[in-house]
């Protein structure tokens, strides 16, 4: 299967052996009948080990991250962030450092900053524009892992996962990639050196506000064993019904992406010519800093936009309360336009850190509602 949506559909799911369902069952079932002590049926014993549903979502994940790939293996987790702890918990250890993005997800920088640094784990911010200060900011011995996001949250910053996977690599720590805004249908990071691409399968590839989960997906078997040996040990997996809703957004993720990158443009666009704004940070934009990054490693440019307020801080506010189209909420990635503020809501974790994002920035996840009734509503609410 070489065509990444005909991947998407049947990677993993193949129908039924005993009915010929067309969809994977969702097993919702917390243990197995064994074939004699220790004598485990097709490798099920239990469901935080593993569950066929979930089997199914990972060996699809790994499908789309890395295709063809016979090591490839994806490990599905409860929620992105779970899925983040047990990476860290993994690979690192009291007394080692990350790099992380200086302008990362305010949640991967609470966890890296409340959760981790209080174990012991130390972490330095750069941009991820920049390779040279990536490298300068690696702790020659101590740093275990690069993690990068691109296009970042919410700055929509562009990182060059090669140069950087060389940096990493030249350093010996691995270099991570938070691929929730792309997807795996816009960029493949492992194929272009990244050793781990991290998920919020809550977002894109679930697609539809329903579900919470996240994943890693990974290349190099030994690594992907100690992952899932922590994935099993610390417990935070998801229920085969959270799987089974992931699995169904993946199906249509392609169409889906393409509908939100035309949205997106058309609101890029629109917004590039209003008074009311001061900056938009799309990276199909020809004067965005990282698009030439992303145009040779993206298939398109994303479904999120973010931009400045002319007026400042409390017209970024009150813009966010006057839309009716764009629900105002966390999150993105799914089906419908949502509009907030990061810096009172999803990146409020980072205020006063060298990651605190500007007041005046307003973050769009542009849905695939028709993109005449997305501009005309934020021309309403810019006034």
């Not at 450092?97 to 640094?117: C, E, M, S, W």
């Not at 799987?243 to 058309?266: E, Q, Y």
């Not at 666009?269 to 040779?296: D, K, Q, Y």
Request: charged fraction near 20%; proline fraction near 7%.
């Amino acid at each position: 299967m070489d065509g990444f949506n005909t991947r998407a559909i049947h990677a993993g799911q193949e129908p039924d052996p005993l009915t010929g369902a067309v969809v994977p069952p969702i097993y919702q079932v917390s243990t197995y009948a064994q074939d004699g002590v220790g004598g485990l049926r097709n490798g099920y014993e239990y469901s935080r080990s593993g569950n066929p549903t979930r089997t199914a979502l990972e060996e699809c994940l790994a499908s789309l991250e890395a295709p063809e790939d016979p090591n490839g293996r994806g490990l599905a987790f409860a929620s992105g962030l779970a899925a983040e702890d047990t990476l860290i918990r993994t690979v690192t250890g009291p007394g080692s450092h990350a790099v992380i993005p200086d302008d990362a997800y305010g949640g991967t920088y609470r966890l890296f900053n409340k959760v981790a640094q209080p174990w012991g784990v130390a972490h330095t911010p750069a941009p991820v524009t920049d390779p040279e200060a990536i490298a300068a900011a690696i702790q020659p011995g101590k740093t275990k892992l690069v993690w990068i996001e691109t296009p970042t949250n919410p700055l929509l910053n562009v990182a060059d996962i090669a140069a950087i996977a060389d940096v990493a690599h030249d350093a010996g720590a691995l270099l991570v990639v938070d691929n929730t805004f792309a997807s795996p249908y816009l960029q493949q990071p492992l194929l272009l050196g990244a050793d781990v691409v991290v998920h919020s399968t809550t977002k894109y590839l679930g697609g539809h506000s329903d579900v919470i989960g996240g994943a890693l997906v990974v290349r190099d078997s030994e690594l992907a064993e100690r992952l899932a040996f922590h994935q099993n040990a610390m417990g935070a997996v998801p229920g085969p019904f959270d799987s089974w809703l992931v699995l169904r957004g993946i199906k249509t993720l392609g169409v889906r992406m393409d509908r939100h990158c035309s949205n997106a443009a058309a609101v890029a666009g629109f917004l590039s010519e209003h008074p009311a704004v001061s900056e938009v940070l799309w990276p199909g934009i020809p004067s965005h800093a990282g698009h030439e990054v992303a145009a040779r490693q993206m298939r398109d440019f994303g479904g999120m936009v973010s931009f400045r307020a002319a007026k400042g801080e409390q017209a970024a506010v009150d813009l966010c309360a006057r839309t009716d189209v764009f629900t105002l909420g966390e999150s993105l990635g799914g089906v419908e336009s949502l509009i907030e503020h990061p810096g009172r809501m999803t990146h409020a974790s980072a205020a006063g850190s060298p990651l605190e994002v500007p007041a005046d920035l307003v973050r769009l996840s542009v849905g695939i509602e028709e993109a005449d009734d997305l501009i005309a509503d934020l021309d309403k609410a810019l006034g």
